[in-house]
């Protein structure tokens, strides 16, 4: 079943400050993902994969194109949609697991997850123990965590919504070969459960152990 | 000839079952069986003007607010966000333009054209107003109890133990120890006068709060310290916030959709995060990239 | 007597003050302004209780005049003089025989009677003058029935000392809707005001207020739920009639330290003494 299709995306960005250059990123991009599977964004870095990723989340404003997604079983083109719909479809349908973790001040890391998780403080826990945050660290807020730490926390949150569909933009980038394991571990169980994912993987040996589809970006020439 | 009575989350005293405001635009690209939080606007407003002499306030200002969201207005000084919210919550009519309000029962009201009295009982019941400095809003000469209590005394409660109690676990909600329900607030740092003004406006359970600059003046510790009480308390009780902030880290934190004001026009506007993260006007732009990150 | 006119007011003062009555008994414990007169005594003196006086006296009214309980005071005696020259009324200071009470800081033991009619000095009409000094605010307070500023200083009463420490001047709400000064009577005395038969009115001169609470209206102290008004007395015994339930004073008889408590209202007083020795 597809859950999300994306056709003919355009976005240029024009930077005021910079004497209003144009740059643009996006040209007619597109990507179908569909209940179960799991498509990889690759390309050169730069290209506009992550542009791509936040497009779809709707951090980023298209110019053109629609980004259709099953939500509440009909098809919305979040393109077009009014901010509070924008935020339903991420409360209920669309997750997102960012590079960074933006840290919330004064949250524990238990918290974090458990709000994601709507309150289930248990699942909270069993993810994060899952990634290997040992529980001495789950009543701590993550500013002080190390990088690797932060985006594990970030990832527990990805998944604890159990959202249909989920876009993961570098979930293995700081992470060891044995927590790569957790999270290609936790890929699969989505992808068995229905999820449908969308992923920008460096590491090549994570690809191909998730990915059933790629879609290539390439970068766009620079105009004039 | 009987005092009017407060009675919360039925009809609010004083207003007539009015006309009702214009109904929602149909949205593009979105399929009709679906509608987007279920409920009807609660604060909305079109076609605000004002001057002050020969200086623009505000120009053609639009806003809506949703039940139980929190929207930000974000700006400079001078930009009008304080007018835009002195306009809104039916201190400062407008040249031109209407703000309208939703009641529990779900009629709607012109907030400028509503009877003083009526807007005052708003004032006290379905609404809040937390303001920059405590000090404007608490009384400095009464405890810490009378002052979280008063919105209870004022809307009919007449038992000392409940005030008390209701008091007490209202102080412990905003962090500050209920053993200083009896300390004059003239003892309170700064940080603790402002959680003891926003445990003294949400006692008695408001739909709507406005906030101006609510972490103002503050220590930037303490201001983290506050942001995170909003936010948990605003989730929490499913409160409408307008937020009037020059501080954009704010805005992020706790807002869904926010307005970027400059001059007393609204330049950009939408979800909070694509405005941030992807500005389009070219003031947004500039205000973005001024924000200094540690 | 001649060149006075009847109770020393001019007939066009009269009119406006009874005019000002007619609407204080129309809206009960609601402040009315008047235009007070220039009276034959300072301001603080009570003024406006004599202008209420002077306004509905008639020919065949009997006035008793009190301050602090007592008919034999300086001011008590002196205007009750001032009266019985500029209207030649009847005075008397037997409160049953009485159908005009002027009377500063106390209300009779006697219950009163329909037909009667007791009138207050009043220092400070404004019940929240203490907490809001602003006149402009405590008017749209009124307006609006604001009245939680009052609830406030009662919970903080009760927080500071255990009870309300308010003990005369205790505010009262009339007909459930106003909220009033009873003028510095002691709180013991609040009850009376609640469905008195007499007709009650207030007159501050120097504030220039007139207020009414008429007969058979609610009047009740301001209290919680689980702080109720509770009126306080001298526990103790008059010397000179044994009462147990009067409002008592107490006066001090030597430099030793000696005291006893006698009722301050002297003619309640006395009319159980003349009781008592009529029936030895």
Known sequence: MIMLRAEGLGKTFTLHLQGGTSLPVLDGAAITLEAGKCVALTGPSGAGKSTLMRALYGSYRVDRGRILVRHAGAMLDLAAADPRTILAIRRDTLGYVSQFL????????????????????????????????????????????????????????????????????????SLDAANRDVVIGMIREAKARGTALAGIFHDRAVRDAVADATVTIEPLQDAA | MANPSFTPSTATPGLDPGVHGPASPALEGLDPRVKPGGDEKLLWAEGLHLRFGPITALDDVAAELWPGEVLAIVGESGSGKTTLLNVLSGKLPPDAGAVWYRDPVGDAHDVHAMPAPALRALHRSDWGFVQQNPRDSLRMRVTAGGNVGERLMAAGSRHYGTIRDTAMDWLRQVEIEPSRIDDMPTTFSGGMLQRLQIARTLVTHPRLVFMDEPTGGLDVSVQA?????????????????????HDIAAARLLAGRMMVMQGGRVVESGLTDQVLDDPQHPYTQLLVSSVLTA | MTGYNFAYLDEQTKRMIRRTLLKA?????????????????????????IQVTASILGPDDVLKVIDQGADDTTNAVSIRRFFARTAGVRTTTRTAEATVIQTRHRTPETPLREGQILVYQVPQPEPLSRLEHRRAETRQMHALAEYGLMHVKLYEDITRFGHVATSYDFPVMVNGRYLMAPSPIPAFDNPKLDRNPALQLFGAGREKRIYAVPPYTEVRSLEFDDHPFQPRRAPGTCALCGSQASYLDEVVIDD?????FVCSDTDYCAERVALREAAE
């Open chain 2, 225 to 245: 310290r506050l942001l995170d009480l909003i936010r948990t308390l605003v989730a929490r009780l499913g409160i409408a916030v307008v937020l009037v902030t």
């Open chain 3, 25 to 49: 008994v129309a809206i009960p414990g609601h402040q009315i302004p008047f235009g007070s007169r220039e009276m034959p005594l300072p301001f603080g003196w009570g003024t406006g209780g």
């Open chain 3, 256 to 260: 030793q330290g000696g005291r006893m």
């Open chain 1, 102 to 173: 933006r840290v919330v001040p004064r949250v524990p890391a238990l918290a974090i997850v458990a709000e994601a998780a709507r309150g289930r403080v248990d699942k909270a826990e069993q993810l994060l123990l899952r990634l290997n945050i040992p529980r001495r660290l789950h009543a701590l807020p993550p500013a002080t965590f190390s990088g690797g730490e932060q985006q594990r926390v970030n990832l527990a949150r990805g998944f604890a919504g159990g959202h249909p569909i989920l876009l993961l933009d570098e979930p293995t980038a």
